[in-house]
Each structure stands twice: as C-alpha cells, then as structure tokens.
C-alpha cells in the first residue's frame, strides 16, 4: 500500500486530494513538523530536503508535492491530459503554482505571521507578489471552470491546496478579491474527496501549538540554539 508521509500543510493538502480524487488506498504517516520530525534520519532518508510531502510507491520514493502528483498521474493515466498542446499547457500553469503561487504564499504566511521585526520590506514584497499570482489566476479562471482543459487536473489540486490557506493571508477579506478563484475554489472544497482530504487533518495527532519549540523546528536557522 502507498505510504503517504503527511502533516496538515498546504503541499500534503494537494496530494490528500489527488489520492482521494483516485480513490487511492493509501497509509498516512504523520510527520510532526512542529516537533521536529522532518530533520529525523529517518525521513531524510525518504525526503532528503526533510519538508512534507513525501510517498513510498511500491519502489518508488518521491519528495515533492508536484512531483508526486505528475508521478500520481503518470502512474494511474488520471488528471493529466493527454493532448500535447493542453499538456504542455497544464505543465506550465503547474510550475506556475510550483515555482510562483505556493513559495510566494509560504513566505507571506512566514513574513507576515512569524518574522521578527522589522519586516515591512517583505511583507509588502511577498503581500504584492501573492496579489499578482491570485490576479493572474483569477483572469485565468474567466469563464473557465478547471485552470486547463474541460476536467479537472493536478494543476487545479496543486492550486487548490495554497487557495485554501489565502484567507490566512488576506485575513477578512478571504477570497473577494479574486471572483472566479473563489468560485473555482469553493466548486472544489464541495467534491467528496476535497471534504475527505481536509477531514484527514483531524485524522492525525500531531502538535498544533506555533511556541518557541516549534518556531526552533520549523525555521532552525533565525530560530534554533544555532541561530542563539
């Protein structure tokens, strides 16, 4: 049985969906970030760069949400298409999550909740860049239902998972800003297997307080001893 090494984050969010939206069996294994599970020899051994995603697949072992899910895809012939022009389509509008939309959104969410001050400078530059993305996709959404093609795809479950989280980031305002990703998104959180993949977080023991232990474990260079 697939091994999914997981923790209720934004990246694992996506490959939750992808294997709920395959009907996937699968075994979850919590990996406890904020305790500091990620840095063990043990899952370095699965993910080298010790982050969350990670699966074992029969032989395979693959980090990385996108590779995961164009490994998911490949594997099963599910949610990627298959002519090559709306490929080679999805495949940019998926590095444009992968490179763009999701580091961009993590480091708002970092500058924003979690640095020291003084850090107008990045909250700004990361608050516009976030801005950009979500204007960007939400014109891409015009009268579309699915980022690309006629059905749903990886790209629409790598986006999903960050879109989740941009009321963290936004705050009250949540989703007004960008209408159709805000349509897109909740026409996504109502299928049965987005329902399944965010009730999976309350699956799972893992610790839930942001202190000085976890801030340590989470960012061990501006937060560990070796940083003291």
Known sequence: MLKFYY?????????ALMLEELGAPYEVIAVDTLKGDQHAAAFRAINPNGKVPAIV???????????????????????????????????????FV???????????????HW????????????????????????????????IV???????????WGWAHYLPYITGEAKYDAYPNVKRWYHAIAER????????????????RDFDAEAMANLFPHTHGAAAA
Not at 59 to 82: C, M, N, Q, W, Y
Not at 117 to 125: F, G, I, L, M, S
Not at 192 to 207: G, I, Q, S
């Open 115 to 146: 640095a020291p001050e003084p850090k107008d400078y990045a909250v700004t530059r990361y608050g516009k860049e976030i801005d950009r993305h979500y204007r960007l996709l939400d014109e891409r959404l015009s009268g579309r239902d699915w």
């Open 98 to 112: 992968a490179s763009g939309l999701g580091p961009f959104s993590g480091q708002a969410i970092h500058f924003m």
């Open 7 to 15: 923790h209720p984050t934004p990246n694992p969010l996506k490959v």
């Open 192 to 207: 049965p297997a987005a329902k399944r993949a965010l009730a999976l977080a309350d699956t799972v023991t893992v610790k």
């Open 57 to 95: 697949d029969g032989v395979a072992t693959v980090f990385d949400s996108t590779a995961i899910l164009l490994h998911l895809a490949e594997t099963r012939g599910r949610f990627l298409p298959k002519d090559s022009a709306v490929r080679a389509d999805a495949l940019s509008w998926l590095m």
């Open 149 to 159: 093609g006629s059905e749903m795809s990886i790209v629409d479950m790598s986006a």
